[in-house]
């Protein structure tokens, strides 16, 4: 199991907020996981030290919105609070768990995926959700090649 640092825990727990941020501020949550694990704002929070991690989730927010200059919409879908807490957690965690950036890591388990998965994974240890995750992406990768 891996040991995160007291920062690094902060910055999962930063990353979750800011989903909740995000969710509390009115905008399409499955449009906005995209957006943010894209953005170059999810790139600072992948790099080793960038003073972006160190800004809190509200600065986070207003940096995507500025980067994504109307990509995000209000209204539309709503997941829960507690489902976008998670996300955010779970995918930061993951960077740290596997070394994968936010692009990698979302191509894998995209936000439909995280709010399927939501029900039976968040009781989980994050490794072994983060494993799970994994697994199905995989399995699905071999149905679509016909395995």
Known sequence: ???L????RQLCDIQGR???????????SPVFIEAFMNSRAAECLDDTYDRLQWAG?????????????????????SFSR??????GYVYRYWHYYSGENSREIYKIADARTMEECW???HTLDVEMAIDDLKEIHQLRMGKEAGY
């Open 1 to 3: 199991m891996l040991e």
């Open 5 to 8: 640092s007291l920062d690094k």
């Open 18 to 28: 800011l989903f909740e941020l995000a969710l509390k501020s009115g905008y399409d």
């Open 57 to 77: 989730e509200e600065y986070i927010l207003e940096e995507l919105e500025d980067e994504a200059a109307g990509a995000l919409k209000k209204a539309g879908e």
């Open 82 to 87: 507690e489902i976008m807490y998670w996300a």
């Open 119 to 121: 029900p039976g994974f």
